[in-house]
Protein backbone atom coordinates (compact mmCIF):
# COMPACT_ATOMS: atom_id res chain seq x y z
CA UNK A 1 0.00 0.00 0.00
CA UNK A 2 0.94 3.52 -1.08
CA UNK A 3 1.73 5.84 1.90
CA UNK A 4 3.51 9.41 2.33
CA UNK A 5 5.03 10.67 5.38
CA UNK A 6 5.42 14.32 5.98
CA UNK A 7 7.42 13.85 9.79
CA UNK A 8 7.41 17.78 10.36
CA UNK A 9 4.09 19.13 11.41
CA UNK A 10 5.09 22.46 12.05
CA UNK A 11 8.03 24.87 10.83
CA UNK A 12 8.35 28.54 12.61
CA UNK A 13 11.26 30.82 10.45
CA UNK A 14 12.30 34.47 10.82
CA UNK A 15 11.97 35.90 6.98
CA UNK A 16 15.27 35.44 5.07
CA UNK A 17 15.94 31.96 6.64
CA UNK A 18 16.08 28.84 4.24
CA UNK A 19 13.35 26.09 5.46
CA UNK A 20 12.93 22.38 4.05
CA UNK A 21 10.21 20.31 4.23
CA UNK A 22 10.62 16.53 4.06
CA UNK A 23 8.59 13.89 2.69
CA UNK A 24 9.29 10.25 2.91
CA UNK A 25 7.02 7.70 0.35
CA UNK A 26 6.17 4.56 0.33
CA UNK A 27 5.09 2.18 -2.72
CA UNK A 28 5.32 -0.86 -4.37
CA UNK A 29 4.41 0.43 -8.10
CA UNK A 30 7.74 0.66 -10.20
CA UNK A 31 5.79 3.83 -12.09
CA UNK A 32 4.63 6.20 -9.71
CA UNK A 33 4.17 10.47 -9.66
CA UNK A 34 4.93 12.95 -6.76
CA UNK A 35 3.68 16.30 -6.27
CA UNK A 36 3.82 19.23 -3.88
CA UNK A 37 0.66 20.87 -3.13
CA UNK A 38 0.84 24.19 -1.03
CA UNK A 39 -2.39 25.84 0.90
CA UNK A 40 -2.18 28.67 2.23
CA UNK A 41 -5.33 30.09 4.76
CA UNK A 42 -7.60 30.88 1.90
CA UNK A 43 -8.00 26.99 1.51
CA UNK A 44 -7.04 26.31 -2.36
CA UNK A 45 -4.38 23.43 -3.22
CA UNK A 46 -1.87 25.28 -5.32
CA UNK A 47 -0.45 22.63 -7.44
CA UNK A 48 3.76 23.63 -6.91
CA UNK A 49 5.66 20.48 -8.90
CA UNK A 50 4.83 16.83 -10.69
CA UNK A 51 7.65 14.51 -10.65
CA UNK A 52 7.96 10.59 -12.36
CA UNK A 53 9.81 8.20 -10.31
CA UNK A 54 11.96 7.87 -13.77
CA UNK A 55 13.20 11.25 -13.34
CA UNK A 56 15.76 11.94 -10.29
CA UNK A 57 16.86 15.50 -11.63
CA UNK A 58 16.55 17.89 -8.64
CA UNK A 59 14.21 20.90 -9.72
CA UNK A 60 14.44 24.45 -9.15
CA UNK A 61 11.63 27.07 -9.72
CA UNK A 62 12.47 30.67 -8.48
CA UNK A 63 13.27 30.55 -4.59
CA UNK A 64 11.85 26.94 -5.06
CA UNK A 65 13.85 23.46 -4.91
CA UNK A 66 13.29 19.77 -5.34
CA UNK A 67 15.66 16.95 -4.09
CA UNK A 68 14.01 13.39 -5.41
CA UNK A 69 16.31 10.72 -3.91
CA UNK A 70 14.83 6.90 -5.17
CA UNK A 71 17.38 5.38 -2.63
CA UNK A 72 15.80 7.32 0.33
CA UNK A 73 12.16 7.11 -1.18
CA UNK A 74 12.37 10.99 -0.25
CA UNK A 75 11.50 13.99 -2.33
CA UNK A 76 12.60 16.85 -0.29
CA UNK A 77 10.97 20.88 -1.06
CA UNK A 78 12.87 23.40 0.22
CA UNK A 79 12.60 27.31 0.12
CA UNK A 80 15.24 29.80 -0.33
CA UNK A 81 14.89 33.57 1.81
CA UNK A 82 11.50 32.59 2.89
CA UNK A 83 9.29 35.00 2.86
CA UNK A 84 5.99 36.00 4.52
CA UNK A 85 3.66 34.96 1.95
CA UNK A 86 5.25 31.34 1.88
CA UNK A 87 3.19 30.86 5.12
CA UNK A 88 0.88 27.92 4.22
CA UNK A 89 0.63 24.19 4.93
CA UNK A 90 2.10 21.92 1.96
CA UNK A 91 1.18 18.79 1.14
CA UNK A 92 3.22 16.22 0.01
CA UNK A 93 1.65 13.22 -2.58
CA UNK A 94 2.04 10.35 -4.29
CA UNK A 95 -0.05 8.85 -6.95
CA UNK A 96 1.02 4.96 -8.36
CA UNK A 97 0.28 5.19 -12.21
CA UNK A 98 -1.84 1.93 -11.47
CA UNK A 99 -3.57 3.75 -9.25
CA UNK A 100 -7.58 3.81 -10.61
CA UNK A 101 -8.68 7.34 -10.96
CA UNK A 102 -5.53 9.30 -10.47
CA UNK A 103 -5.66 8.29 -6.77
CA UNK A 104 -3.40 10.78 -4.63
CA UNK A 105 -1.89 9.50 -1.33
CA UNK A 106 -1.50 12.65 0.55
CA UNK A 107 1.45 13.21 3.34
CA UNK A 108 -0.19 14.92 6.46
CA UNK A 109 1.13 17.94 5.76
CA UNK A 110 3.62 20.86 7.07
CA UNK A 111 2.65 24.28 8.48
CA UNK A 112 4.79 26.51 7.62
CA UNK A 113 5.01 29.79 9.24
CA UNK A 114 7.47 32.75 8.05
CA UNK A 115 7.52 35.70 10.58
CA UNK A 116 8.87 38.47 9.65
CA UNK B 1 -5.67 28.84 -17.36
CA UNK B 2 -5.72 26.69 -14.68
CA UNK B 3 -8.79 27.84 -12.63
CA UNK B 4 -11.67 25.35 -11.12
CA UNK B 5 -14.15 27.46 -9.64
CA UNK B 6 -16.26 26.59 -6.90
CA UNK B 7 -19.21 28.44 -5.54
CA UNK B 8 -20.35 28.94 -2.73
CA UNK B 9 -17.52 30.11 -0.72
CA UNK B 10 -19.32 29.46 2.80
CA UNK B 11 -22.33 27.41 3.70
CA UNK B 12 -24.10 26.73 6.88
CA UNK B 13 -27.17 24.33 6.90
CA UNK B 14 -29.32 22.56 9.02
CA UNK B 15 -29.37 18.46 9.29
CA UNK B 16 -32.95 18.47 7.64
CA UNK B 17 -31.81 21.33 4.77
CA UNK B 18 -31.21 20.20 1.07
CA UNK B 19 -28.31 21.86 -0.79
CA UNK B 20 -25.79 21.64 -3.78
CA UNK B 21 -21.99 22.27 -4.01
CA UNK B 22 -21.51 23.83 -7.56
CA UNK B 23 -18.12 23.66 -9.46
CA UNK B 24 -16.50 24.39 -12.78
CA UNK B 25 -13.95 24.58 -14.90
CA UNK B 26 -13.00 25.40 -18.74
CA UNK B 27 -9.61 24.20 -19.48
CA UNK B 28 -10.97 21.22 -20.95
CA UNK B 29 -10.49 18.57 -18.46
CA UNK B 30 -12.05 15.58 -18.61
CA UNK B 31 -11.74 14.22 -14.74
CA UNK B 32 -13.08 15.50 -12.28
CA UNK B 33 -12.79 15.12 -8.17
CA UNK B 34 -14.77 16.02 -4.94
CA UNK B 35 -12.25 16.16 -1.96
CA UNK B 36 -13.61 16.48 1.51
CA UNK B 37 -11.14 18.28 4.24
CA UNK B 38 -11.40 18.64 8.00
CA UNK B 39 -9.28 21.21 10.32
CA UNK B 40 -5.46 19.88 10.02
CA UNK B 41 -6.07 17.07 8.01
CA UNK B 42 -5.13 16.33 4.69
CA UNK B 43 -7.60 16.19 1.83
CA UNK B 44 -9.54 13.09 1.31
CA UNK B 45 -11.05 11.91 -1.72
CA UNK B 46 -14.60 11.45 -2.11
CA UNK B 47 -15.81 10.86 -6.17
CA UNK B 48 -14.02 10.62 -9.44
CA UNK B 49 -15.85 11.17 -12.45
CA UNK B 50 -14.30 10.40 -16.02
CA UNK B 51 -15.69 11.20 -19.34
CA UNK B 52 -18.77 12.21 -17.02
CA UNK B 53 -19.59 9.30 -15.56
CA UNK B 54 -18.67 8.21 -11.98
CA UNK B 55 -15.75 6.19 -12.06
CA UNK B 56 -14.68 5.88 -8.10
CA UNK B 57 -17.34 6.23 -5.22
CA UNK B 58 -14.88 6.11 -1.96
CA UNK B 59 -17.65 4.61 0.20
CA UNK B 60 -18.97 7.46 1.02
CA UNK B 61 -22.64 8.15 2.30
CA UNK B 62 -25.88 8.04 0.62
CA UNK B 63 -26.12 11.39 2.09
CA UNK B 64 -23.64 12.77 -1.03
CA UNK B 65 -24.80 12.43 -4.04
CA UNK B 66 -23.04 13.49 -7.32
CA UNK B 67 -23.53 14.36 -10.28
CA UNK B 68 -21.86 15.59 -13.68
CA UNK B 69 -24.56 17.19 -16.12
CA UNK B 70 -21.08 17.61 -18.29
CA UNK B 71 -17.91 17.66 -19.10
CA UNK B 72 -17.07 21.38 -17.34
CA UNK B 73 -19.16 21.04 -14.59
CA UNK B 74 -19.90 19.36 -11.03
CA UNK B 75 -22.41 19.43 -8.66
CA UNK B 76 -22.66 17.55 -5.01
CA UNK B 77 -25.84 17.30 -3.31
CA UNK B 78 -26.50 17.46 0.18
CA UNK B 79 -29.16 16.03 1.78
CA UNK B 80 -29.79 15.24 5.90
CA UNK B 81 -26.08 15.75 6.67
CA UNK B 82 -25.02 15.22 10.32
CA UNK B 83 -22.48 18.04 12.36
CA UNK B 84 -19.49 15.42 11.68
CA UNK B 85 -19.91 16.61 7.95
CA UNK B 86 -18.96 20.16 8.64
CA UNK B 87 -15.62 20.61 6.61
CA UNK B 88 -13.97 21.87 3.32
CA UNK B 89 -14.94 20.11 0.22
CA UNK B 90 -12.71 20.87 -2.18
CA UNK B 91 -13.56 20.34 -5.98
CA UNK B 92 -10.33 19.11 -8.73
CA UNK B 93 -10.07 18.69 -12.21
CA UNK B 94 -7.39 16.86 -14.48
CA UNK B 95 -6.50 16.02 -18.67
CA UNK B 96 -8.42 12.67 -17.97
CA UNK B 97 -7.87 9.42 -15.80
CA UNK B 98 -4.79 7.87 -17.20
CA UNK B 99 -5.08 8.62 -21.09
CA UNK B 100 -8.72 7.16 -20.75
CA UNK B 101 -7.43 3.78 -19.78
CA UNK B 102 -8.35 3.92 -16.09
CA UNK B 103 -4.80 2.72 -13.94
CA UNK B 104 -2.38 3.94 -15.80
CA UNK B 105 -0.88 7.15 -15.05
CA UNK B 106 -1.23 10.27 -13.31
CA UNK B 107 -2.35 13.47 -14.84
CA UNK B 108 -1.73 16.71 -12.50
CA UNK B 109 -4.81 17.74 -10.58
CA UNK B 110 -5.85 21.20 -10.06
CA UNK B 111 -7.40 21.96 -7.39
CA UNK B 112 -10.67 24.79 -6.81
CA UNK B 113 -10.64 27.26 -3.75
CA UNK B 114 -13.47 24.68 -1.92
CA UNK B 115 -16.60 25.34 -0.40
CA UNK B 116 -16.70 26.09 4.02
CA UNK B 117 -19.63 23.58 4.79
CA UNK B 118 -21.49 23.95 8.15
CA UNK B 119 -23.61 21.57 9.48
CA UNK B 120 -25.69 23.03 12.41
Known amino acids: AQKVTQAQTEISVVEKEDVTLDCVYETRDTTYYLFWYKQPPSGELVFLIRRNSFDEQNEISGRYSWNFQKSTSSFNFTITASQVVDSAVYFC?????????????FGGGTRVLVKP | DTEVTQTPKHLVMGMTNKKSLKCEQHMGHRAMYWYKQKAKKPPELMFV???????INESVPSRFSPECPNSSLLNLHLHALQPEDSALYLC???????????????????FGPGTRLTVL
Open chain 2, 49 to 55: YSYEKLS
Open chain 1, 93 to 105: ALSEARAAGNKLT
Open chain 2, 92 to 110: ASSHEVSGGRPGLGTDTQY
